[in-house]
């Protein structure tokens, strides 16, 4: 499963919405996610992927995409060190 | 130096940095191999782990999120396999969600009572097979905020008012095990956390504690390693408080005396 399709599956257990409404250039507001939503989805993110999402960063994602982006980045930059 | 804990073993939840991270280092300034716990900061955790290591204890980390049962399942489960046995538990992870009382959801709740109260009751279950026969000792971090009202601290508050009950109980039933078990209630204390919130009021903090500073993570780290001592033997579901005398002063009254214009 890609990555993109895992975090779908995160975010729709987590915020109990269809993952078909989750698209990549939609925000956590528009699915209803609430604060505490989204800090469990990065928890569960972090955890899955065994990356680190810092507050920092998780403030500029602008869209879900951008979330998928950067994890997969980090994905990359860990299995190349 | 006097090193009353070698041979013992701590876990301290949480133990990577800020209060966590003192508790760990004081426990091995006394001769304890120390766990850190650790959920979001593995590198945090590394770091502490290596500073420990440097004060030549054995010290481990474990990631678990100490909200999921299962976690804190896997976590002593380690623990068992690699060591068999524990002789401290700090019961000090905690997260919340501030929001005011009328905004705070059954999400909201459950979350904040799993991590801060539940965890606790779950840590000790597990704790207290492993310390049969080793005079264990656990203590819990509460807040001021147990008693007291903040702004957006229902839930958190809520959380560690069952936390201090959950003490009080578990020193009664653990007692004919040898297990001691109190916890502590610090009123806002310096982390990095704090200052971030407190930027630029650092005085006015400091001017409304009678003892004329802010709780450092140090200051709780020397009552925990003293709960931890046979010296504490007969304090029992206590909740000790540090707070440099803030909670027992009346509002609108000086610390120099005087009633405040």
Known sequence: ??????????????????????????????????????????????????????DEDAEQFQN?????DYVERHIAEKEKA | MNQP??????????GGRGIGRAIALKLASQ?????????????????TAKELQ????????????????????????????????LDILI???????????????????????????????????RAARLMEGRNGKIVSI???????????????????????????YLAIELAPKGICVNAIAASAVLTDALKFYIKGQEAAHQQATPAGRMVTPEDIANVVAFL??????????????????ASVMAPFVSTTGGVNQ
């Not at chain 2, 804990?5 to 949480?14: H, Q, R, Y």
């Not at chain 2, 120390?34 to 945090?44: C, G, K, L, Q, S």
Request: charged share 25%; hydrophobic share 45%.
């Open chain 1, 1 to 54: 499963m890609s990555i993109e399709e895992q975090i779908k599956d995160i975010v729709s257990e987590i915020v109990r919405v269809d993952k078909n409404i989750i698209r990549r250039e939609g925000t956590f507001k528009d699915i209803n996610a609430d604060s505490l939503d989204v800090v469990q989805i990065l928890l569960r993110a972090e955890e899955t992927f065994d990356i680190e999402i810092p």
């Open chain 1, 64 to 68: 879900f995409g951008d979330f998928v």
């Open chain 2, 54 to 85: 440097d004060m030549g204890v054995k010290a481990k980390i474990i990631r678990a999120n100490v909200g999921e049962p299962a976690k804190i399942d896997e976590m002593f489960d380690v623990i068992s396999n690699d060591f068999g046995y």
């Open chain 2, 142 to 168: 509460s807040s001021l905020g147990s008693f007291l009202v903040w702004p957006t601290y229902a839930a958190v508050g809520v959380s560690k008012a069952a936390l201090e009950a959950l003490t009080r």
């Open chain 2, 31 to 47: 001769g304890s191999d120390v766990i850190v716990n650790f959920f979001r900061h593995r590198d945090t955790a590394e770091k």
């Open chain 2, 5 to 14: 804990l070698i041979g013992k073993l701590s876990l301290v939840t949480g």
């Open chain 2, 91 to 125: 019961s000090n992870a905690a997260s919340g969600v501030g929001r005011p009382v009328l905004d705070v959801d059954v999400k909201a709740w459950d979350w904040t009572m799993d991590i801060n109260a539940r965890a606790l009751l779950l840590c000790a279950q």
């Open chain 2, 228 to 245: 931890c001592s046979e010296d504490a033997f007969m304090i029992r579901g206590q909740t000790i408080i540090i707070d440099g005398g």
